[in-house]
């Protein structure tokens, strides 16, 4: 059973645009929320994260978008560019614990 | 500071065979996380260890097993391998067991099975 859904898989964005990335969950107990970003042969680095009593929190050009009623929350990354080609990875977690990842999108920005 | 260091980078092994992954956590960090992370299935927790405990474990069968060191660096060991096994093995480690902590990661060891 998949905690954290994840959406799209794949992802390709002209350079300048926006990337969004979606994601939900069932779980209320998940009291945060963080994203990672996945280079080919690196180990996933953290992005970005948000607690559910927060609504929007903006790091540069990325941004976490977070609608707790909805369980839903969604990456956007701002003028993307050919190297934030990646695959993300939203994850969750309730407490101290283990992370559940969604299935990851694989972003290609297009110069 | 140094993060979170795993050896070795790759390992190639046969079926039947036993593995051990060794990972250093960033310096501070009580809490070591392993995962997997299979071609196409995203990231699985594996198991969870804080200051020399185990804390959880996934839905993997028992082969799959670990320890947690005095100065927190870690092993997991993975008996009678099974061509499933074939995947990159992720390390993280976070402050501890407490509410909200990031977990940063190493960058894996890269296990494949013939």
């Known amino acids: 059973q998949q905690q954290v859904k994840q959406s799209p898989q794949s992802l390709i964005v002209q350079k300048g645009g926006i990337s969004i990335i979606n994601c939900a969950y069932e779980?209320?107990?998940?009291?945060?929320f963080p994203w990672y970003q996945q280079f080919p042969g690196k180990g996933p680095a953290l992005l970005i994260a948000i607690r559910p009593d927060v609504s929007e929190k903006k790091e540069g050009r990325f941004t976490i978008s977070f609608n707790k009623s909805a369980k839903q929350f969604s990456l956007h990354i701002m003028d993307s560019q050919p190297g934030d080609s990646a695959t993300y990875f939203c994850?969750?977690?309730?407490?101290?614990?283990?992370?559940?990842f969604g299935t990851g999108t694989r972003l290609t920005v297009i110069p | 500071e140094a993060g979170v260091t795993q050896s070795p980078t790759h390992l190639i092994k046969t079926r039947g065979q036993q593995v051990t992954l060794r990972c250093s956590p960033i310096s501070g960090h009580t809490s070591v996380y392993w995962y997997q992370q299979a071609l196409g299935l995203g990231l699985q927790f594996l198991l969870w260890?804080?200051?020399?405990?185990?804390?959880n474990r996934g839905n993997f069968p028992p082969r799959f097993s670990g320890r947690q060191f005095p100065n927190y660096s870690s092993e997991l060991n993975v008996n009678a391998l099974e061509l499933e096994d074939s995947a990159l093995y992720l390390c993280?480690?976070?402050?501890?067991?407490?509410?909200?902590?990031?977990?940063?990661f190493g960058d894996g060891t890269r296990l494949s099975i013939l």
């Open positions: 260890y804080d200051e020399g405990e185990e804390r």
């Open positions: 993280a480690s976070s402050l501890g067991d407490r509410a909200g902590q990031p977990q940063h």
């Open positions: 994850a969750a977690i309730a407490g101290a614990n283990n992370l559940f």
């Open positions: 779980n209320t107990a998940f009291d945060y």
